[in-house]
């Protein structure tokens, strides 16, 4: 009897090559990169005013500028487009940062934090 497809066999494995330090040091710096955010928001969520002012406008001004350049490079439309998405996003949070009730929790907080 012919059998199109065998069932008893396997697929041999790929190996792959070991990873080069270039590929490491890039998965490092993303997550130092993600891990910056993550300590700039957590600053943001405990009312630490430093964290809104140095980090928010001066962060959301390089990536304006790295935006406008991008959008201005001969680069893939996606790479555009995303880069249009991750500004608005900031764009987003910036606008939610400097709203009056965010302005009334910085404000607070860092009352709370002279008083102790």
Do not use: H
């Not at 700039?40 to 809104?52: N, V």
């Amino acid at each position: 009897m012919y059998q199109p497809y065998p069932t008893g066999t396997r697929m041999p494995e790929v190996q792959r090559p070991p990873i080069p330090p270039q590929v490491i040091n890039a998965v490092r710096t993303m997550y130092v990169g993600a891990e910056a955010a993550s300590l700039l928001a957590k600053a943001c969520q405990r009312g630490q005013s430093w964290a809104r002012i140095t980090g928010i406008r001066r962060l959301f001004a390089l990536a304006t500028v790295d935006t406008l350049i991008a959008l201005s490079a001969p680069i893939a439309g996606a790479v555009k487009l995303w880069a249009l998405v991750t500004w608005l996003a900031g764009l987003t949070a910036v606008i939610f940062l400097w709203r009056r009730p965010a302005t009334a929790f910085f404000k607070g907080a860092t009352l709370k934090e002279n008083n102790q």
